[in-house]
């Protein structure tokens, strides 16, 4: 019986690796009379790793370097990883990030998983730009949606709003030798026109007086 259920997960394994991760939906349109069960026993065998209701992964996929982003990207959709992740992945702050933080079309959302904690930050929908495609070290069938340095700088400040003054820019340890050298002022100065945020515009001002 063992040996039935082992062979099971290895052809379910063949079929859906290639996805990365995937959702009951596919599960259902794959084979209409599977068993939601498997799955639950697969979890607490270690062979898959519930991402949130619905969504799941393989416990080796997880071993790669940017599948948490690629997992992000996925699970709640339309979303692109910006914030405190994009900043740490582009340089521009010193300490990694432990949460995977996005900016999402949709309601704000947590998920905790075995991984950690996945966020999402609502903004307005035609602010869903800025972001870059990138292909993932797992699989050339996969690809990321990182946010520009730019973009995720506008993206903090304007979803952070308590960073106002001076001292709170400085407080936020950028990176000078990124600020001066690799950020795109103009880029930079084209996406904050597209906020129309008055605010915005100050709070962009005096962090180009701290660190430009």
């Known amino acids: 019986m063992e040996t039935k259920k082992n062979i099971a997960f290895v052809d379910f394994k063949e079929f859906f690796i290639s996805l990365g991760c995937f959702s009951i939906h596919q599960v259902k349109v794959w084979n209409e009379k599977f068993d939601r069960n498997n799955l639950r026993r697969w979890e607490k065998q270690g062979k ?3 991402l ?6 393989f416990s080796t996929v997880t071993e ?3 599948a948490p982003f690629y997992f992000a990207n996925k699970i709640y959709a339309p979303s692109y990883i910006s914030l405190e992740s994009a900043l740490s992945f582009h340089g521009i702050i010193p300490e990694g990030v432990i949460q995977i933080t996005s900016v999402t079309a949709r309601k704000t959302k947590i998920f905790q998983n075995n991984l950690g ?3 999402y930050r609502s903004i307005k929908p035609d602010l869903m730009f800025g972001y870059t495609i990138q292909q993932s070290t797992l699989s ?7 946010a520009s340095p730019e973009k995720a700088l506008l993206d903090y400040l304007y979803l952070n709003p308590h960073y106002d003054s001076k001292q709170d820019m400085l407080e936020l340890r950028f990176d000078s030798d990124f600020m001066h050298a690799e950020l795109n002022i103009e880029v930079l100065d084209e996406y904050l026109e597209k906020f129309q945020s008055k605010i ?3 709070r962009v001002r005096r962090l180009k007086e701290v660190y430009l």
């Open 117 to 119: 904690s996945y966020i």
């Open 52 to 57: 949130r209701q619905g969504f799941y992964t």
């Open 200 to 202: 915005l515009e100050v």
């Open 64 to 66: 790669h370097g940017d």
């Open 140 to 146: 050339h069938r996969w690809s990321i949606m990182m």
């Open 48 to 50: 898959l790793i519930r």
